[in-house]
DNA sequence: GGACCTAAATTGTCCAGGACAAATCATTGA
DNA sequence: TCAATGATTTGTCCTGGACAATTTAGGTCC
């Protein structure tokens, strides 16, 4: 007998597109086609997924991400698969110098060595007084943004567990919120509205954005994560928005971003400008017509200007 | 012409299962079964659904959360799916002589009139206010708690825009973040971990606890929304956790948290409390074994006392 | 009248297998 | 080296059938 009660356990072909993010269509596909995943049936026939091909079909969504093709990668043995997880990792590590006042590698890891011996306390301490040292600006582009990059490099990697990167999350998001609350209020146009489209619910892209914005006394209406676009368009007649501030992380298809894009650029009046940000945006090879894309973080404070200086020689 | 650019707008069906929520199947089947939703074509001969029809899917999903049947609803006119949901919805309202202490009526109206009328710097100006009069924890329990009712309620009636919704919903998470970052340390066990199962995205009401558990000095460690179970039952272990909150609103289904908390159950140490709360299980005749409901925010304070004197006489 | 059980209707999800457009790769020619 | 063209890959959509789970309706007994 078997004395891992994980190993009985099989899910549904639902919970496998709740957990992997892959469409019901896709598993089916790549079952036809690859013959993996091979799930067994249960009593009605239905496809019943094993913890273990679950863990694998995550591991090929982040190869996947990293820009691996299916057909290459499906099929191969896991411990492959792993070996070329870190392979391409390391090879795709972005930046090895380190930009202008960039928070030093060295201290990034220490977050790191934090975020996964749990020290909960430790972590928000040295944040905040990475905070007060730096400001809020140099901190979201100097500290916070590299540090994404690492947490999300130590995930793809699978040295980070889940509840570890959500730990993380939450810890960013409270300090940052503080931060901009402890602002004065704004003074100063833009109204920029701040949300992602539906299936995007990551919210630090644009809490970032946001910290950066309130700091230049820009007006910020955040709205959350996943509004439909009809919604963004209401909310920007309603508040009178001057800009609408888009977030896509990595997990968002490109296809996807540009589809919603090109759809909310038609829905909203001409004269409101639309910027994108995050991942997905930064690998795009072009944005849609009508769309300003934010590369980085440090773009905003220049798009920013660059708005109000138009705005001001070409008052309404 | 029709001027109206919004009416020559189609989605596709994956657009419209983003933004309804109904699954691809559910669409084509309805479609099927009662005519409606019916999309027009489009050149390559995929259905495209026209902005009208969404908005009048969304109606209908509000319906069904009411408790209507899809078979009586869905094939009704627009008009008469309105007035059906102000009517169940006004048949349906909670508890109409409020609490002792709870703020009034009238009051949470005008925070609603706020809301409706997209007074951001009010809003959180009355909001700030108001925690300031009375203390964080009546502020969770009887400002925002009623409130959260009624915004509920405004939103199944169709009195207020999704967007509108989001935006409360921001703006009360920053009010308490703020403040609980505000707090001073923690002194004092039991520690616990705050977060929710998967398709559970509702992150206001584990704000709302981890307010009041701060203010009683207990240690909070928030995970955020959406950690899968085994990896919660990994961060009670690292995290040396005396007690698992979780969260759950009325739109989880009762059977999925039924199930979701009996796995849990027994992933977790035999020691390790397991509160559950939130309209769903305020709406469950029984809990599972061995887990404790959180019927409304002023029990906490109770079982937080029974807690620590249970612990207190049994130390280990 | 109410509790309890059974049969019928309702409703969401799954399945198979076909089709196709968009993206990507490979090849060729300038 | 670069651009254009054809072949391949890949995800999504379609139809129509099946079925389990839930809810409703009908009937019986206390």
């Known amino acids: 007998m078997n004395t891992d009660p994980l190993q009985d356990i099989h899910l549904s072909i639902s919970a496998v597109e709740r957990d992997t993010g892959l469409s019901k269509d896709t598993l089916r596909m790549w079952e036809r086609r690859y013959g993996f995943p091979s799930p067994t049936r249960d009593n009605n026939g239905e496809r019943a997924y094993s913890l273990t091909q679950v863990e694998k079909l995550r591991l090929i ?10 057909g290459k990668v499906i099929g191969l043995p896991t411990a492959a698969l792993e070996a070329m997880g870190s392979r391409t990792a390391a090879a795709t590590s972005s930046t090895p110098g380190s930009g202008p006042g960039e928070t030093e590698p060295a201290e990034i890891a220490g977050f790191l060595e934090l975020i996964r011996s749990h020290q909960l306390a430790g972590l928000r301490q040295r944040l905040l007084h990475k905070l007060a040292t730096e400001g809020l600006s140099r901190f979201v582009c100097a500290t916070v943004a590299p540090l994404n990059v690492a947490v999300g490099e130590a995930w793809i990697r699978g040295q980070l567990k889940v509840f570890e990167e959500h730990l993380y999350t939450e810890q960013i998001q409270s300090v ?23 299936d995007e619910p990551h919210n630090l892209g644009l809490l970032m954005v946001e910290a950066l914005l309130a700091v230049e006394g820009a007006t910020c209406i955040p709205l959350g994560t996943e509004t439909p676009c009809d919604e963004i368009a209401r909310a920007a007649r309603a508040h009178q928005i001057d800009v609408v501030a888009l977030s896509f992380s990595a997990s968002f298809g490109p296809r996807q971003a540009w589809a919603g894009l090109t759809q909310l650029r038609g829905l909203l009046p001409e004269p409101t400008a639309l910027w994108a940000g995050g991942a997905t945006m930064a690998q795009l090879r072009k944005p849609p017509p009508g769309i300003d894309r934010v590369v980085a973080f440090t773009d905003l404070l220049w798009m920013l200007g660059q708005w109000r200086q138009t705005r001001s020689t070409e008052p309404c």
Chains 1, 2 share one sequence.
Do not use: D, K
């Open 176 to 198: 940052l919120r503080t931060a901009i609350s402890a602002l004065p209020s704004p003074w100063q146009p833009p109204r920029v509205l701040l949300t992602s489209l539906p």
């Open 61 to 70: 969504v982040r190869l996947l991400a990293l820009g691996h093709r299916p």
